[in-house]
């Protein structure tokens, strides 16, 4: 059974880098793409970043990209999102997810994490 596991969100000022991780176990070749998703209140889940897992290759949200960098430790199992620039509009609870392709991330399927909350505050 997939398991995925948030950690490293957390209450930070404008400007300032969080670094969120992933730890995923029960993972097999059919999840090849993991994501990070993030919702804040009254606002539809957004995906902000994608990575891959057989090639590496990322691909990120307008709103998100060249500030949040994504990557992945197969050797521990583990997905990061490196967060820089932070903006009060990064407010949201950040879910990390696991799945076939990135479409069935986006149609909130596959298999998801319990999510870890960033706060920015301005």
């Known amino acids: 059974q997939v398991q995925l596991v948030e950690s490293g969100g957390g209450s930070v000022q404008a400007g300032g880098s969080l670094r969120l991780s992933c730890v995923a176990s029960?993972?097999?070749?059919?999840?090849?793409?993991m994501g990070w998703f993030r919702q804040a209140p009254g606002k539809e889940r957004e995906g902000v970043a994608f990575i891959y897992r057989s090639t590496g290759s990322t691909a990120y949200a307008d709103s998100v990209k060249g500030r949040f960098t994504i990557s992945q430790d197969n050797a521990k199992n583990t997905v990061y999102l490196q967060m820089a620039s932070l903006k009060p509009d990064d407010t949201a609870m950040y879910y990390c997810?696991?799945?076939?392709?990135?479409?069935?991330?986006?149609?909130?399927?596959?298999?998801w994490g319990q999510g870890t909350q960033v706060t920015v505050s301005s």
């Open positions: 997810a696991a799945g076939p392709s990135r479409g069935t991330l986006e149609s909130m399927g596959g298999y």
């Open positions: 029960g993972i097999s070749y059919r999840c090849g793409v």
